[in-house]
């Protein structure tokens, strides 16, 4: 499986762009990568999904560069409510192997 | 649609006493089932996988078992407790083959007095 690497902790404050960068430098062929959220005593929920180039869906835009070593998580105008978790995974979904989680990176949206 | 259902939210249970999680799906066949816990500030650790009926993986080695009697249960267990199985347990479900990620349960708050 990939190994991440992604900030321990991030500030913003409201009405800002937030990037957050997650590095998966031996990714493989097949795997995706995928970013989720996770409120206090809540299990994560599914942000964004792609494979390379760029994914934008209602909620966040995913940037991959071409040697799809590492991938950018990109939230537009932050709000308090986007305080949370954020964590990026990358496996194989052609597979069975489970994802495994990292500490994620913690954001805090300042007033 | 599909949807996940895990139970109990919360559970306060003595150490050495038995526990039992279910976690449901509806909505779906043959999906891949997973058991994930959190210690308190942590991140997630996976505890157990199912690609089917009665077919368990276990990734870390502990007091806890798991079980798929039918297609879309998944049941965690333990004999007894111990004081370090406290945390947030999670059931989260996946469909075969290429898609769009995990869907996770509400979680269970397990606390080990």
């Known amino acids: 499986l990939a190994k991440t690497t992604q900030p321990i902790s991030m500030d913003s404050y409201e009405g800002q762009e937030v990037n957050i960068t997650c590095s998966h430098n031996n990714i493989a062929t097949n795997d995706y990568i995928t970013w989720y959220q996770q409120f206090p005593s809540q299990g994560p929920r599914f942000i964004i999904q792609g494979y390379k180039t760029k994914v934008t869906n209602e909620v966040a835009s995913l940037f991959i560069p071409a040697d799809r070593k590492s991938s950018t998580l990109s939230l537009p105008r932050v709000s308090l409510s986007d305080t949370a978790v954020y964590y990026c995974l990358v496996g194989g979904y052609s597979g069975n192997t489970p994802l495994v989680f990292g500490k994620g990176t913690r954001l805090s949206v300042i007033a | 649609s599909q949807t996940i259902h895990q139970w109990p939210a919360t559970l306060v249970q003595p150490v050495g006493s038995p526990l039992s999680l279910e976690c449901t799906v509806e909505?779906?066949?043959?999906?891949?089932l997973y058991w994930y816990r959190q210690a308190a500030g942590r991140g997630l650790q996976l505890l157990f996988y199912s690609v089917g009926i009665g077919q368990i993986s276990s990734e870390v080695p502990q007091n806890l078992s798991a079980s798929r009697p039918q297609d879309r249960q998944f049941i965690l267990s333990s004999k007894k407790l111990l004081l370090s199985d406290s945390g947030f347990y999670l059931c989260?479900?996946?469909?075969?083959?290429?898609?769009?990620?995990?869907?996770f349960g509400s979680g269970t708050r397990l606390t080990v007095v």
């Open positions: 989260a479900w996946r469909p075969m083959g290429p898609r769009y990620g995990y869907t």
């Open positions: 909505g779906t066949s043959n999906p891949n």
